[in-house]
Every structure is written in structure tokens, then in C-alpha cells.
């Protein structure tokens, strides 16, 4: 039994090393323009989960460059355009965003990722709200 149980302990940290659980994650976001008369509610999907790391004893012997640690990121992505209703002419009523099709744990990229948490977002609709799923508005 003690075999057994030092077993599976052992092939549960193995695999807790080699797999995250790193995922595409659906996610609502509500977007607004100051400008338009409704808040857009749109469905898609981000990179969310858990990522191993470790954090070394070592830090004072080594760069900054090498402190950094993995975090759940995009690996493909592709870019979708929603049009927000209620729009006067002279304003621009589409808005483009990200959705994850898969998700990698990695270093974040200042290129097309957010690599801070911000602490005040507000997410949701101040306007009366209109929904947009995948490729039309309801």
C-alpha cells in the first residue's frame, strides 16, 4: 500500500511539472463608446489557467531577465471586428478584439498582451445593452 501511494505521488508531481492547465477560457467583456448610444456585450474566449513556476533562491546572482516567470498567454490568436450600435456618422463603430483559439504558458509579450493586472476595471454596461455573438449583433 505505502508503494502504491509513493507511486501515484510521485507520477502526480511528474505530471503536475509537465502539463498546465493553461486553456482558452470563454469570457464576456462589455464595451462602450462615450459617443454611442448602446454598450456592446461581447462573448469571446482568453487565455486563462495556472502555469508551474519556481522562483529560485538564487536572486541576487542573477539578471533581471531571468527572474521573470511564466504566465498563461497566448500561443494563436486571431482578431474579431464587432460593430457597435447607436453610433452618430462622424464616429467609428467598430471594435476589434482578441479571441484565444489556444493558449501557451510562456512569457508575456507587450505586443498584444496586457502583462499587468490592473486592480479597478470595470466591466460592465453603463448604456442600455445590446449582445454581439459570433459574427452578428441580436
Known sequence: MTAIFLMSMIFGLACGQAMSFCIPTEYMMHVE???CAYCLTINTTICAGYCMTRDVNGKL???KYALSQDVCTYRDFMYKTAEI?????HVTPYFS???AISCKCGKCNTDYSDCIHEA???NYCTKPQKSYVVGFSI
Open 85 to 89: 450600435p447607436g453610433c452618430p456618422r
Open 97 to 99: 478584439y482578441p479571441v
Open 120 to 122: 479597478i476595471k470595470t
Open 33 to 35: 463608446r462615450k459617443e
Open 61 to 63: 546572482f542573477l539578471p
